[in-house]
């Protein structure tokens, strides 16, 4: 069973576009976030998600939004996509609250973006 | 703000043989979490290890433990008897026990990534 999934894994598209990356976790953790990963490997937190609070690094674009239907899902969508998007998009999850807490976070595979 | 910082963007080591790579952070928190994650080609990030700060015994995982030094802020990870399958980046990991208030969150601060090659 996969913990972590993202669809799609590999998104290729031009600039300007407005694409989304759907993610799903079957772990019933409350918690789920967004990081991107540049060309230099260097992972850095965009979004995380907690019982409907969503807390923005100041750094992530307007046109990048997450959006959640349920606590499984956490999308990601953005707008009018520029050059500087390319990159690997992990989504994660992690239990916050109530129970044995470990503070671990479980990872999709990843969705590589290439803007073009 | 807490701060990752691995110092050794590339490490080898033989088949068999003992490596071990650095990581120092910075924080003003008492009480904090630290984790090294392995990501391999396939891209997936697979947590090898965890340190709760509140305990003084280093954390050990099969092969792989860690040298966790609170005072120096310091929390390396050693991988013995090393093997091909363990060539991969590994990322050292901070995150606060707990939420910060105002625009804190839960997430994960990460060092820039070590590449680890194992030689046969």
């Known amino acids: 069973d996969t913990a972590v999934s993202q669809t799609p894994k590999y998104l290729v598209t031009q600039m300007g576009n407005d694409k989304s990356i759907k993610c799903e976790q079957n772990?019933?953790?409350?918690?789920m976030y967004w990081y991107k990963q540049d060309s230099k490997k260097f992972l850095k937190i965009m979004f995380s998600y907690n019982n409907k609070e969503l807390i923005i690094n100041e750094t992530v674009p307007n046109r990048f939004s997450p959006k959640s239907p349920d606590k499984a899902h956490l999308n990601l969508h953005i707008n009018s996509l520029e050059l500087g998007d390319s990159a690997v998009y992990f989504c994660a999850s992690s239990q916050e609250s109530g129970g044995p807490l470990f503070y671990e976070q479980y990872f999709g595979p990843g969705t590589r973006l290439t803007v073009t | 703000a807490q701060t990752v910082t691995q110092s050794q963007p590339e490490m080898s080591v033989q088949e068999a043989e003992t490596v071990t790579l650095s990581c120092t952070y910075d924080t003003s928190e008492s009480d904090y979490y630290l984790f090294w994650y392995k990501q391999p080609p396939s891209r997936q990030m697979i947590l090898v290890i965890r340190q709760e700060a509140y305990k003084q015994q280093n954390a050990t995982e099969n092969r792989f433990s860690v040298n966790f030094q609170k005072a120096a802020k310091s929390f390396s990870l050693k991988i013995s008897d090393s093997q091909l399958g363990d060539a991969a980046m590994y990322f050292c990991a901070y995150r606060s026990l707990y939420k910060s208030s105002g625009a804190g969150s839960y997430q994960l601060t990460f060092g820039k990534g070590t590449k680890l090659s194992v030689i046969p």
């Open positions: 772990l019933g953790h409350d918690t």
